[in-house]
Structures are given as C-alpha cells and as structure tokens.
C-alpha cells in the first residue's frame, strides 16, 4: 500500500504562484508513475500533469502547459506541482496520484492511490 498527504494549498490572487506538495509512503518502490488531478465544485475530476517515476517523461493538460511545472524528489518522496500565473479558473482542489501499473497515466482509472486533496483558491 501507498499512502499520499498533499500539502501547500491555500488563497492566492490571480497572476500569483503556489507549489502543491505530495508526500508519499508505504511501498514507494512499487510505483511507476505520478499525478496531479483537479476537481471543481460541479465538475468532474480532470488531469492536470503527470511523470514517470525517474522524472524522465512529463505531461500537461493543454489548460496549464506552460503555467504549471510538475516535480519529484524521490530521496525525499515527494511530488511537486509549481503553479504560476494563476487564474480564477484553477480554482479547485488538487489530488495528488501515483500509479503502480503505468509508466505515464494520465487517466483517473489508471492511478492505484490517491491523496485526500488540497484546496487551491485563486482570487480575481
């Protein structure tokens, strides 16, 4: 089993930054890759960006490529997600993933375990 706790969620004005933070335990070594996920109020729950276990390979959703910066540190077992230039649209709370069977997911039914979330709330 893998447990995952986000952490770094919080208020933040539109055009700022914030870094989400994951931290992973249990049996680590059994992963092959890990997520970021977000879900709004009234909608269903999206991808945002994934990598492999060597941080090799990323992946973005069109709506944060270019904003969003995804992470890991695996001495440290912890997944990141950079966040810049915000907007009110990226308001949700962020779960964080890891994949036991994948070596990039990018779908939900793909990833094995997932964080409890964390609130991030972008002011216009």
């Known amino acids: 089993q893998v447990q995952l706790v986000e952490s770094g969620g919080g208020l933040v004005q539109a055009g700022g930054s914030l870094r989400v933070s994951c931290l992973a335990s249990?049996?680590?070594?059994?992963?092959?890759?890990m997520g970021w996920f977000r879900q709004a109020p009234g909608k269903e729950r999206e991808f945002v960006s994934a990598i492999t276990y060597d941080g090799g390979r990323t992946h973005y959703s069109d709506s944060v490529k270019g904003r969003f910066t995804i992470s890991r540190d695996n001495a440290k077992n912890t997944l990141y997600l950079q966040m810049n230039s915000l907007k009110s649209e990226d308001t949700a709370i962020y779960y964080c993933?890891?994949?036991?069977?994948?070596?990039?997911?990018?779908?939900?039914?793909?990833?094995?375990?997932w964080g409890q979330g964390t609130q991030v709330t972008v002011s216009s």
């Open positions: 249990g049996r680590t070594g059994s992963l092959y890759s």
């Open positions: 993933a890891a994949s036991a069977r994948n070596l990039m997911a990018i779908a939900t039914i793909d990833y094995d375990y």
